[in-house]
């Protein structure tokens, strides 16, 4: 069925904008010139403009007209603006399950029914309540990390958590020794708070550590961010070994790490954290963002005991407390199971969508982890990162390059996929069409 033709229109200026062909700051038609040019009512033109600009392409100011904004929002994928209705996103995980939502319902009755519901509408402990503390410690045990319940603390999900680590424990100007390609909210936390960041190179299923020990014998780093089990976005799983020669240098050199474990549900049989192979100078992040649901806003900070103050004091300078309801809601389904359960759950589907990805992508270099919902496609040289994802934009397909998650000069050609949000179908159509799209790019 073919679209209507406004959305054609607002597709073809979109084009026009992401590809330069209409410049930033051009002035573009009056909502009656464009109508009289192309044929359209009034009200249809100003559709038009209204899409584009919650799209974040144009902006409209009063008595002077539309103009490409100057400068486009740099998001996770190509842009987050170019993204409408239509699009298939895969520049964003958000695994859910089908009865995520009735979940839900059942805990929220749950709660209704229960004693105590109005001390969720009070102030709570910064850190979390002890019970709550108490039930993330036992939690952790499955991920290899015995942790006494006052280390732990409750974090409005990862991001806030790292955000709180480089609030509460690093300084600005700060130097942190980071992966080439990492997770960007930790650029942007680093950003926020003013630190540095040395990239460190790959060295097959992990850091350089060559490398890194290099670099703090000429700078005095601080800490080193590292993402040892499901690094995004590259997948890889950090061997025992080289986790045990990572917390040597940190010894050596005074270093703090930042463990990222946001993923490390999917990976069953990993070795040991770096939290528990070095728990005096490892601060230890992760959530139910991606194991439960995204919109769970419950993380946890596990970090050394005279560290904990400091977190607090972050914590209680950015939101207080984690909001009670969260909290209680995620604990209930920690006690209750139902949190390994969807563990399992997500950890079979991950699996299912790398054996699709595997089967489509066969013909195209990839790296990839069994055990993760993304996928990295290197591109050779001579093939744009930005020119593929423009056209499988044009495909109605979103996906990331390697910008935001490149800590160097050298962005690779790359591109990214999220495998976790869409249907089983459309993620098997959608991959195909990068395969074509990539081919016809390439050749």
């Avoid at 392409?57 to 239509?86: H, M, N, Y």
């Avoid at 109005?118 to 503390?133: A, C, F, K, N, V």
């Avoid at 950890?347 to 069994?370: F, N, T, W, Y």
Wanted: charged share 20%; hydrophobic share 45%.
């Amino acid at each position: 069925m073919p679209q209507p033709r406004y959305k054609q229109l607002v597709d073809r200026l979109a084009a026009d904008i992401r590809a330069g062909r209409l410049r930033p700051g051009t002035r573009l038609p009056t909502h009656r010139d464009l109508a009289a040019r192309e044929g359209l009512a009034l009200v249809t033109a100003t559709r038009v403009y209204a899409e584009l600009q919650a799209m974040g392409l144009v902006s409209g100011e009063t008595g002077r007209g539309t103009f490409v904004k100057e400068a486009l929002p740099r998001g996770q994928g190509i842009d987050l603006q170019a993204w409408s209705a239509d699009t298939v996103d895969l520049s964003f995980n958000n695994p859910s399950l089908p009865d995520q939502g009735d979940l839900l319902r059942a805990a929220l009755r749950q709660l209704a029914a229960a004693g105590d519901l109005e001390t969720l509408l009070r102030y709570q402990p910064h850190g979390g309540r002890e019970h709550e503390r108490a039930t993330v410690a036992r939690h952790l045990t499955s991920r290899g990390l015995a942790v006494p319940a006052e280390t732990v603390l409750l974090v409005s999900g990862a991001q806030h958590g790292l955000t709180t680590i480089a609030m509460a424990l690093l300084e600005p100007g700060d130097v942190v020794a980071v992966d080439a390609l990492t997770y960007p909210g930790f650029k942007l936390a680093a950003e926020v708070n003013r630190l540095e960041l040395a990239p460190i190179p790959t060295a097959g299923n992990g850091p350089d550590l060559d490398a890194l020990a290099a670099l703090c014998k000429r700078r005095r780093v601080r800490a080193v961010y590292a993402m040892p089990t499901l690094h995004n976005p590259l997948g890889w799983v950090m061997s025992a070994t080289r986790r045990r020669e990572l917390v040597a240098i940190a010894r050596q050199h005074g270093l703090m790490l930042i463990e990222d474990a946001a993923y490390a549900f999917l990976a069953e049989g990993a070795p040991p954290p770096l939290a528990a192979l070095a728990p005096e100078t490892t601060v230890y992040v992760s959530s139910l963002s991606k194991s439960v649901a995204t919109g769970l806003r419950v993380g946890f900070v596990c970090a050394p005991r005279e560290w904990v103050p400091r977190l607090e004091r972050a914590i209680r300078a950015t939101t207080w407390n984690t909001p009670a309801t969260m909290t209680a809601i995620a604990c209930g389904w920690i006690e209750d199971g139902t949190v390994a359960r969807l563990e399992a759950d997500k950890r079979r589907d991950a699996a299912q969508r790398q054996s699709i990805a595997a089967e489509v992508l066969r013909g195209l270099k990839r790296i990839s982890h069994p055990a993760s919902y993304f996928v990295w496609l290197p591109l050779s040289q001579e093939v744009r990162a930005d020119a593929i994802a423009m056209a499988l934009m044009r495909e109605h397909i979103s996906v990331s390059t390697a910008h935001p998650f490149a800590t160097s000069a050298h962005v690779p050609h790359a591109i990214r996929l999220a495998l976790g949000s869409v249907s089983l179908s459309t993620l098997k159509q959608s991959l195909e069409t990068v395969a074509r799209v990539v081919a016809d790019q390439t050749y």
